[in-house]
């Protein structure tokens, strides 16, 4: 069964650092998420990317965060210098078809500590 | 996207049916209702959605009111590893991202 891949899937960092988590969305899939969800809260949007630009975006992602595509099968959040409030488990999630109509795959997570 | 309620928590017996209940009275005629399920810390997993019909699939069934303010997801025969956080989602067709609530903490029991 197809999957979406995340790396790594914990991550420790000191705060101001800045960190890349990495995302292998489903090969024939065209949308692309990251999601965050801090302990003991709900999931939260983020930032949905499609054909090489973002679609929409939270007022979570602001300028620290950014996202990228660099080439055919990765897709990548970069966090460019954390914080405390940074820590949380970070989902990615694809989906095939323009308009949303099925199911979305998530990842299993990478698990970001900032110190 | 349509604001749904659910209970926060429930408690059923291991191989019983699961029924968790979601309100969704100010759902639109053309938004979908979704259930995902988180179990623990993993990432949400799709289950079920439907628009008017009734839906099943080899995971759940989802029972849709006739005014379709309110829908039921039935486990039919719950194990632990159904254990799970449930959520209800309202989703317009066409909409490009899902919207989680709190959900329904369910606790299959042996």
């Known amino acids: 069964e197809p999957e979406v891949t995340q790396t790594p899937s914990h991550q420790v960092t000191q705060m101001g650092q800045e960190v890349i988590l990495r995302c292998v969305p489903i090969s024939n899939h065209l949308y692309f998420y990251w999601y965050r969800q801090i302990l003991g809260q709900k999931v939260e949007f983020l930032v949905s990317f499609y054909n090489n630009e973002i679609s929409e975006k939270s007022e979570i992602f602001d300028d620290q965060f950014s996202v990228e595509r660099p080439d055919g099968s990765n897709f990548t959040l970069k966090i460019r210098s954390t914080k405390l409030e940074d820590s949380a488990m970070y989902f990615c999630a694809s989906i095939r078809g323009g308009g949303y109509t099925g199911e979305l795959f998530f990842g299993e997570g990478s698990r970001l500590t900032v110190l | 996207d349509a604001k749904t309620t659910q209970p926060p928590s429930m408690d059923c017996a291991e191989g019983r049916a699961a029924n968790l209940p979601c309100n969704h009275s100010?759902?639109?005629?053309?938004?979908?209702v979704y259930w995902y399920r988180q179990i623990h810390s993993q990432g949400p997993q799709y289950i079920i959605h439907g628009l008017k019909n009734n839906e099943t699939n080899e995971m759940a069934s989802l029972i849709i009111t006739e005014d379709r303010k309110s829908s039921t997801l039935i486990l039919p025969h719950a194990t632990l590893r159904d254990t799970a956080v449930y959520y209800c989602i309202g989703l317009p067709q066409g909409a490009q991202k899902l919207v989680f609530g709190q959900g329904t903490r369910l606790t299959i029991n042996p």
């Open positions: 100010t759902i639109s005629g053309n938004e979908y």
